[in-house]
Structure formats: structure tokens, C-alpha cells
Nanobody, 119 residues
Framework: QVQLVESGGGLVQAGGSLRLSCVAS????????MRWYRQAPGNERELIAR???????HYADSVRGRFTISRDNAKNTVYLQMNSLKPEDTAVYYC?????????????WGQGTLVTVSS
């Protein structure tokens, strides 16, 4: 079974840093775009960062300059380095990926990891 598993969330003070990881596992042939979304209480899920298979990146205005998305194709892993965290960054963070197993194309979501930023 192909799946995405996030890790690295937690509680941090404002101004601090966290690094999220998301590992794709299972019978994977290739991974195309990988993304990070977040959803704060009462808000819709929003796309905050995207990285293509060619490592082209895109960021939402709310995180540009503070967050960095990267990937390690050998490990089927995408990372989100979050610096200068603010209380408004508090949310559940989800990774998302377009990938190809040996039998079909899939779009997968991870289970989410909670990031809490205290003021």
C-alpha cells in the first residue's frame, strides 16, 4: 500500500523553527509534484508550498521567505523547513503528492501533523 506519513510537528515559541518531513512508502515508481498544505481551526485547507520533480518551488505569500520546501528523491521524502514561526502558523500541516505506483497514478494525502506556535 502506498502512503504518505508526516512527522516533525510540535509546540514551538514564536520566532522558533521546526522541520517537517513526509515520507512516501510502498510500491512507488516515481513521484511528481509534492506539496505542503495547512489547515487552521475554522479555516479552509490552503496550499503553502509546492516542489516539482525538477525541484522548481512555489510558496504562498504568507510563508515566502520564512519556509523552505525541499525533497530527497532517493528517500522519497519532502521536507518543510519553517523559520521565524508566528502564532498564525498554528495549524495541522498535510503533505500531498502526485505519484505513480507500478500500476496506476495516485494523488495521496498524509494524515497531518499539528504545529502549534505559542506567543
Amino acid at each position: 500500500q502506498v502512503q504518505l506519513v508526516e512527522s516533525g510537528g510540535g509546540l514551538v515559541q514564536a520566532g522558533g523553527s521546526l522541520r517537517l518531513s513526509c515520507v512516501a512508502s510502498g510500491s512507488i515508481f516515481s513521484i511528481n509534484a509534492m506539496r505542503w498544505y495547512r489547515q487552521a481551526p475554522g479555516n479552509e485547507r490552503e496550499l503553502i508550498a509546492r516542489i516539482t520533480s525538477g525541484e522548481s518551488t512555489h510558496y504562498a505569500d504568507s510563508v515566502r521567505g520564512r519556509f523552505t520546501i525541499s525533497r530527497d528523491n532517493a528517500k522519497n521524502t519532502v521536507y518543510l523547513q519553517m523559520n521565524s514561526l508566528k502564532p498564525e502558523d498554528t495549524a495541522v500541516y498535510y503533505c500531498n503528492a502526485d505519484l505513480r505506483s507500478y500500476t496506476r497514478y495516485l494523488e495521496l494525502w498524509g494524515q497531518g501533523t499539528l504545529v502549534t506556535v505559542s506567543s
